[in-house]
């Protein structure tokens, strides 16, 4: 928990056992997640560095200033020519979920889990927009055990990012923040579509078209992050396999304010312009 006093502090708590098994003064970090009961997500920001830092949660309670918490990785942004305005890590559902995994045969779920980061930025006093960053638990981990056996701690964007994570020129809305379940992903496109994408691996890799024939998937091109306004000092190129879908929402005289996804749904959520506030859902 972060709490906004004059000093905060970030706070983990064992809600079976009601006690306090961490405590870090001042964290500086922007957003933070659990990646399992023993791993913390974290977003921090450098400078024009952007990174996300990988921490145990250490049981014992011990106060610990920012500065002297040791972390096991820190994935590492390209470098920003562009002033940092916000970060943000969600994921659903949560990597600590007591809901029943069944493995048995035929139920073969996948138990990888997308975390979707946003960056708000600005560049100089006339621009701001935002990227979305996706990337799956199971890479972070994976980074994780390559730098326990052998250090730095510092992975650099090229060792990590082009390969195991995409990167998306969009600007999702900061109220309606579902904006994925599991390794899927949703962006509200315009006033009647919408945009889908699955990097679930084992989706991509089978016949798109013949699991699910009223969802128009296609294979996931590279996505580049470039030009004039781009808020990086390099071009930005990722090609984590996936597949996308752009799909017409159910239509509404007023139209939508926002898409998010469930599992198996998607969620619309009704324009303001309405007095009362009405969400539909669509199958997926």
């Known amino acids: 928990m972060l709490f906004p006093q004059a000093t905060t502090v970030l706070a983990v708590w064992d809600w079976r056992t009601g006690s306090q098994i961490m405590l870090i003064r001042c964290p500086e970090f922007h957003s933070f997640t659990f990646i399992s009961d023993e791993l913390l997500l974290v977003a921090f920001v450098d400078g024009g560095q952007v990174s996300l830092r990988v921490l145990a949660v250490t049981p014992g309670n011990s106060m610990s200033l920012a500065e002297d918490v040791q972390y096991l990785c820190e994935l590492r942004f390209p470098q920003l020519r562009a002033t940092v305005e916000d970060v943000s890590i969600i994921s659903e ?56 056996s052998s250090p730095p701690k510092y992975v650099g964007w090229e060792t990590w990012g082009p390969t195991g994570s995409r990167m998306l020129d969009i600007e999702p809305s900061d109220v ?22 699955d990097l679930n691996p084992y989706a991509t890799r089978k016949d798109v078209n013949t699991a699910n024939p009223h969802i128009p998937w296609k294979a ?23 597949r996308e879908a752009s799909l017409k929402l159910t239509p509404n005289e007023h139209g939508w304010k926002a898409a998010m996804i469930t599992e198996d749904h998607i969620v619309m959520v009704q324009s303001p312009h309405d007095p009362t506030r009405k969400y539909a859902y669509m199958a997926m």
């Open 220 to 242: 996931m091109k590279e996505t580049k992050i470039g030009g004039r306004r781009n808020p990086f000092k390099m071009d930005v190129i990722t090609y984590l396999p996936g």
């Open 93 to 148: 559902p949560s990597p600590t979920s007591t809901v029943l995994n069944i493995t048995a045969v035929p139920f073969t779920a996948s138990t990888d889990v997308l975390f979707t980061v946003t960056l708000r930025y600005s560049m100089g006093t006339n621009f701001e927009s935002a990227l979305v960053l996706l990337v799956p638990r199971s890479i972070i981990l994976y980074q994780v055990s390559c730098v326990s």
């Open 176 to 197: 309606w923040v579902c904006h994925s379940y599991g390794m899927k992903f949703i962006h509200k496109d315009g006033e009647a579509n919408t945009s889908v994408y």
